[in-house]
């Protein structure tokens, strides 16, 4: 490598090592102003609990009284993993103080949790999944993060958070953080997805992703097949379909961030529908579902319930629950040409 190809190289690498995650955010948001500054700092914040609780998830098979189940039951009648509960303290340390965020609403509060002194400087609701997939905590595979982000709309006296109960396309950012080999922020705030990779050396989220497009099919169907009996027919015939023809894998991990991740670069197609018992499917809307349909969307793909675009879901309450099928495009439209099928008889 010639000299000025080395200083050309160290120039590439010392750009993208500059390019943080609080620095993209603020030249996503196109200007310097008061609101660009408010959601590259929340965005920073994100990470900094992102980055606490990758330090924790790192060391849970070495600190005692770390791994297993608190022994209580959550809002959504789920056993309680101690990495849910430290994951979702960390979050409301990190946003105490910070003057962003009034209001917190996690899959592991039945109520949203207010920062009175935050409030109403603060202008935003953070929606947030601590550890999605914790079922996967005690056995070191991987699990992640699911935020979105809301404006604070007037001050909700009732504490009902009734102004949480509205459309996917309210939401003014969304992401993930993935716990896996690496630990990576995606983020988009409307304007394209992007991945940034944690440089431990630096402690620093450092982009590696621009622009993500996810392609417009992929070979791999993600779903838990030991529902199969559970689901309508048309879903039933899908599977039949994909199972008789070649080019398909099954690939599903019980963490829906590390299915969607893969899926966001490789293309594919996620699924957790309804079923007889639970027809509205078990992930949650405001904090799983709808976060993940905006990023994908985002990058050009598509998320559904079966009728309805995941988006345009208006839930009747904050824990509310709806099926799932999102990813490539053509690999929905697929799933979508079964579903209705069956419907029309
Ligand atoms: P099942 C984890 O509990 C989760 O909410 C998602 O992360 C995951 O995709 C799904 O549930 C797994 O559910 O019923 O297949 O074990």
């Known amino acids: 490598m010639s000299n000025i190809e080395l200083n050309q190289a160290q120039e590439t690498t010392l750009s993208r090592d500059f390019t943080t995650l609080t620095r993209h955010v603020l030249s996503q948001s196109g200007d310097f102003s008061a609101d660009a500054y408010d959601l590259s700092l929340l965005m920073g914040r994100i990470a900094l609990a992102g980055k606490m609780i990758a330090r924790e998830l790192s060391q849970a098979g070495l600190a005692a009284d770390a791994l297993g189940v608190t022994g209580e039951i959550n809002v959504q009648g789920e056993a309680v993993k101690k990495m849910d509960q430290y994951a979702n303290r960390v979050f409301i340390r990190a946003f105490e103080q910070s003057g962003l965020v009034c209001r917190l609403a996690s899959e592991e509060m039945e109520k949203p949790y207010y920062i009175p002194e935050n409030c109403p400087i603060g202008r935003y609701t ?51 953080v993935l716990y896996g080999s690496s630990t990576m922020f995606v983020y988009s705030i409307g304007k394209g997805v ?28 993600s779903i838990n097949e030991g529902n199969f009996w ?30 969607i991740h893969r899926i966001l670069f490789q293309g594919g197609v996620f699924l957790y529908p309804g079923s007889q018992g639970h027809p509205d499917g078990k992930l949650r809307l405001l904090y799983e579902s709808a976060p993940l349909a905006y990023l994908i969307t985002q990058a050009g793909g598509k998320a559904t319930t079966g009728t309805e675009a995941i988006l345009d879901v208006i839930p009747d309450r904050l824990h509310a629950r709806t099926p799932l099928i999102i990813g490539s495009t053509k690999d929905v439209d697929l799933v979508l040409s079964f579903l209705q099928t069956r419907a029309n008889g």
């Open 126 to 176: 953070l929606l947030f999944d601590p550890i999605d997939g914790s079922g996967n905590i005690d056995t070191n595979l991987a699990v992640g993060t699911i935020f979105s982000i809301r404006q604070q709309q007037g001050i909700d006296e009732t504490g009902e958070a009734l102004d949480l109960l509205q459309s996917g396309h309210q939401q003014v950012g969304a992401g993930y």
């Open 194 to 221: 992007h991945a940034f990779t944690l440089d431990p050396s630096l402690g620093e989220f450092i982009l590696s992703s621009e622009n993500i497009r996810i392609p417009d099919h992929g070979s791999t169907y």
């Open 230 to 259: 559970q689901w309508d027919e048309g879903m039933r015939e899908y599977i039949r379909h994909v199972h008789k023809q070649p080019g398909y894998s099954a690939r599903y991990s019980g963490a829906l961030v590390a299915d």
